[in-house]
């Protein structure tokens, strides 16, 4: 079986079950400041888990593509990856965990052919926000698994949620395969990773983690469950890491040929952050030096440092794009429509990154010549975080370039200061989740349709080619990222401003109303409709001012909103602009 076979069996069996095959989304979060991209499948969703209804129904199933960077410096292990398919089927308070659960073992056992003896199985221990999940194991034993293929863990491994700091999470039941039939008797999944893959989690999402940090019950018991793709591939087909499937060999033998001094681990940072990038360059996103846009610097510099370790000369990473193309495209075809872009982009990065290296050079000479004058035999750990850092020198290289001086690096220091880096990356992020998704007051209510009339006024101001790449809600502000080839002019955000304050003062209604996706396309509505086929979705209208392909909640009245107001244009990347912009209360709105 290959991938494109296994994305289609799920699909198909999930179907059968009464899923509605649902699109998957764009990698950049539509209206959710919480997270740069998107994680999981269930991320999309939030708002059916929370309780609205969804147009296609209350069983779903799709593949999601998805990008995690926490675990960027694990890559390179036979099974972490930044960019991976993520499988799903969702219950929105339908089906339990029995249904859920059965079915995972039936399609992994009979559809999939995984031998049932290899498979272990972890469920949630219980504490005090809520149970030992006894339910989950019941039905394992049921299915015949023995007890000592179950194993009880807690919070920390088997609980799954909210995306950011709110929201839907629950207790889950996990499924690893083992990889090492013949080791050691009486091993668990957690006690070796390397061993027992998993490819499996049934996420039983009843709760709603509040801002105190306390569990209240959802509205509904949904289901959420995530297959990874790559993974169950590779332990589908027998491959010794995901590296050696039919996803990654191409690349990587790609790459192999153009490298002098080919090494494994290298080969795979390689191919793993092309493929990421890759992807999200096709969102049409541009290499820079914040949110998305420095994620896509950060995995193109470290393929290219990889690649120079291993005496690969001149650009190369455009060469690899292609062959990401060519294995992705008929799942992803907006890899095919951004080729253009990707392989330029990659170009332009490459060149940036050479200049930047022989700086880090320089940087490096300079280090070791402070060293030695001050009779130090030791690369400080600060030096070798700012090389990794500014200039993407992985911190082996650092360690190993000392070493060719006769130095050794502190790489504990590194450590410390890595972590220090992260531990202010995370307060950042958790300063930007505040008043996230699922925070729906009233204001950002009024924001998410400001956003809207926004993006309808730039695009009767700036031309059709205006295009929604990201927007970001707080309760302060909405934050609005699109595509325009040049500096908005100050008479042109005038005009914006003042088209979006007239369709305030016209009071329109806005209303929804569900159809198929080629219908809203026929009637011109805009959304993203990329790789998106049949679905049923919703279409709101702001009078006669706005049409778009949209989950809600919007305000009813546009007179609800006050004076708009733009606090900032600028532009984030190669032909990608920003604005902010707030509501002010005015009499009509507050009152
Ligand atoms: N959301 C869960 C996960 O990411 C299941 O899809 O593992």
Partial sequence: MDAYALRRVYLEFFQERGHAVIGGASLIPEHDPSVLFTTAGMHPLVPFLLGE????????????????????????DRVHLTFFEMLGNWSLGDYWKDEAIRWSYEFLTERLGFDAERLHVTCFAGDADAPRDDEAAMVWRDLGIPEARITFVPKKDNWWGPVGALGPCGPDTEMFYDMQPDGPIGETPAANQERFWEVWNDVFMEFDKQPDGSYIPLRQRNVDTGMGLERTLAALTGASSVF???????????????????DPYALRVVADHTRAATFILAEGISPGNLDQPYVARRLIRRAVRYGREMGIRGHFLGELAEVVVQIMGDAYPELMEHRDHIVSALHEEETRFQRTLDRGEREFIKAVTQARAADQNELPGAMVFRLYDTYGYPPELTEEMARREGLSADMEGYRRAFAEHQERSRRGAAARFKGGLVERSPQTTRLHTATYLLQAALRRVLGDHVEQRGSNITVERLRFDFTHPTRVTPEELQAVEALVNEQIARDLPVTWREMTLEE???????????GRYGEVVRVYAVGDFSLEVCGGPHVEHTGALGRFRIIKEEGIGAGLRRIRATLEDTEESSG
């Fill in 244 to 262: 050696d499937t039919e996803l990654f060999a191409p690349i990587i033998e790609r790459a192999q040929s153009l490298a002098r001094a080919a």
């Fill in 520 to 530: 809203a396309r026929e009637a011109g509505a805009i959304g993203l409709f990329e």
């Fill in 53 to 76: 209804p969804h147009p296609a129904g209350r069983r779903l199933t799709n593949y999601q593509k998805c990008v995690r960077t926490d675990d960027i410096l694990e890559v390179g």
